[in-house]
T-cell receptor, first 115, second 114 residues
Framework: AQSVAQPEDQVNVAEGNPLTVKCTYS??????LFWYVQYPNRGLQFLLK??????LVKGSYGFEAEFNKSQTSFHLKKPSALVSDSALYFC?????????????FGSGTRLSIRP | DSGVTQTPKHLITATGQRVTLRCSPR?????VYWYQQSLDQGLQFLIQ???????AKGNILERFSAQQFPDLHSELNLSSLELGDSALYFC?????????????FGAGTRLSVL
């Protein structure tokens, strides 16, 4: 069965420092991995995805994520955090052998950037 | 603006009632997804439609049903409402149904069951 875990409910970082939001997954077959961000009172917005190819994926707003197959991880990173990055971040996985597999979202990590 | 429109934005109703949530996907998107977001359950996938047909089913209760119409808009029907159904309901759309597709989310409908 597919699953995705975001082990941290909250991550606190000072502005200008690097940030990492962790995500690990379990899926049969090749995983398709996504990061979405949710700002208050808004729907989720796509940040980036890994389908195949280069393990380092670059996305919107300066975010990037590294796919690590041996550790089954897909951590979200940014070299220098901004206060405006404060939001709820969701990792999601889709995959397996069915073309109509369900997408599973992690429980979300609240990122708080202090000035 | 994602291009996905959900109505109404807020809905307040009583237990036992029935409501309908509406979603208009982005222009050109054939697939629609419904999600429920609550504090204790997180973001739960409910159901997916592609070009009018059900494509994948998630944790959708039997009291809930959905459909996608020929003009590709979708409705989520929630009946015999319970207090625990209070949540934010999101619709998302994508161009196709496959796993690689990015989903674009609407702003959600906040349902309060009193």
């Amino acid at each position: 069965a597919q699953s995705v875990a975001q082990p941290e409910d909250q991550v606190n970082v000072a502005e200008g420092n690097p940030l990492t939001v962790k995500c690990t997954y379990s899926v049969s077959g090749n995983p398709y991995l996504f990061w979405y961000v949710q700002y208050p009172n808004r729907g989720l917005q796509f940040l980036l995805k890994y389908i195949t190819g280069d393990n380092l994926v670059k996305g919107s707003y300066g975010f990037e994520a590294e796919f690590n197959k041996s550790q089954t991880s897909f951590h979200l990173k940014k070299p220098s955090a901004l206060v405006s990055d404060s939001a709820l971040y969701f990792c999601a996985v889709r995959g397996g052998y069915s073309s109509a597999s369900k997408i599973i979202f992690g429980s979300g990590t609240r990122l708080s950037i202090r000035p | 603006d994602s291009g996905v429109t959900q109505t109404p934005k807020h809905l307040i109703t009583a237990t036992g009632q029935r409501v309908t949530l509406r979603c208009s996907p982005r222009s050109g998107d054939l697939s629609v997804y419904w999600y429920q977001q609550s504090l204790d359950q997180g973001l739960q996938f409910l159901i997916q439609y592609y070009n009018g047909e059900e494509r994948a089913k998630g944790n959708i209760l039997e009291r809930f049903s959905a459909q996608q119409f020929p003009d590709l808009h979708s409705e989520l029907n929630l009946s015999s409402l319970e207090l625990g159904d209070s949540a934010l309901y999101f619709c998302a759309s994508s161009v196709e149904a496959g796993d690689k597709n990015i989903q674009y989310f609407g702003a959600g409908t906040r349902l309060s069951v009193l």
